[in-house]
């Protein structure tokens, strides 16, 4: 049976569950509406998501997941159900100069070999006839051998990752992979984020154990001057807590490289959010101070 809007109404759980939707959900409709991505465009979107949705996460134990219970579950029509999963997957494969990238930068801001006394990113000899094991040829050849390092290089200068000094060496311009230019590239990090980011909390507040790891912290009633203060502190700290996890990582993924069981990923992310808050914000944000124990 699908539920009315009435319905819903009487159900305090669920309307707030709508409400907290609708929140999260307006800066993506802003992205969408800037892409000229309209209602309609994504309305069958979110038809296929639903579909996928029900198929991987709702099926019953010992039974075959049919039109007609996806359809239950959805609320979505039969014929709807029946022609999306009929449909060949159009999920588009991660790009793989783009992950290749996000491996090299990890490599490159936390290598012995790549970093200088200060921990900064050294600029790397294009050559590995020149620079030896200290080159951009073997930064690339550490993580991948079948990808040029002419090909890296070549996109990364045309993205802004990285740039050449006047010694013909290359710099990373960043120390992280957020390229100024290439749609693509941003787009990747775009849905790998968002998604990890709505999953572990989706995860806690349906209660699933073990809690996954995800915090911030929130305060109102600041001055920009403020906030650019508290920016370069969580800019600094969060930093030094990335590169410690991401030099981790790289010992830990070589050391269970030919492990049987390596089948697991994580996503380790810091953010910082500021906007200046309208009065309806403000009464938004003290009904919920109101209703929060605060532990100091």
């Not at 969408?32 to 209602?39: D, F, H, K, R, T």
């Not at 989706?202 to 508290?230: F, K, Q, S």
């Amino acid at each position: 049976m699908i539920e009315s809007a009435e319905t819903n109404s009487e159900n305090p759980v669920k309307q707030r569950m709508l409400t907290a939707l609708q929140r999260v959900l307006k800066p993506l409709v802003r992205l969408a509406l800037a892409q000229g991505i309209n209602y309609q465009m994504l309305l069958e979107t979110l038809k296929i998501v639903f579909v996928q949705v029900a198929e991987e996460d709702f099926k019953l134990a010992q039974r075959e997941q049919t039109d007609s219970r996806i359809s239950l579950l959805t609320g979505l029509h039969r014929k709807d159900v029946h022609r999306l999963r009929d449909q060949p997957d159009n999920a588009l494969n991660q790009p793989s100069l783009v992950t290749l990238g996000s491996q090299l930068v990890g490599l490159w801001i936390s290598d012995a070999d790549f970093i200088d006394v200060n921990g900064k990113p050294k600029p790397l000899s294009r050559l590995a006839s020149i620079g030896g094991n200290i080159s951009f040829e073997r930064l690339v050849a550490r993580v991948s051998k079948d990808i040029r390092a002419r090909s890296v290089l070549d996109e990364w200068l045309r993205i802004g990752v990285v740039h050449i000094d006047k010694n013909d060496c290359v710099c990373l311009n960043t120390e992280a992979f957020v390229p100024n230019v290439g749609f693509e590239e941003k787009l990747f990090f775009f849905q790998q984020n968002m998604h990890d980011h709505a999953a572990a909390t989706a995860h806690n507040l349906m209660n699933l154990t073990p809690p996954m790891l995800e915090r911030c912290v929130y305060y109102d009633g600041l001055t920009l001057v403020a906030i650019n203060e508290l920016k370069a502190i969580a800019e600094h700290e969060g930093m030094v807590a990335l590169k410690a996890v991401n030099a981790r990582a790289i010992e830990l993924q070589a050391e269970c490289k030919n492990t049987i069981d390596a089948n697991e990923r994580f996503t380790y992310a810091l953010y910082f959010y500021h906007v200046k808050e309208n009065l309806g914000s403000k009464l938004t944000h003290e009904y919920y101070r109101r209703k929060t124990i605060r532990i100091d």
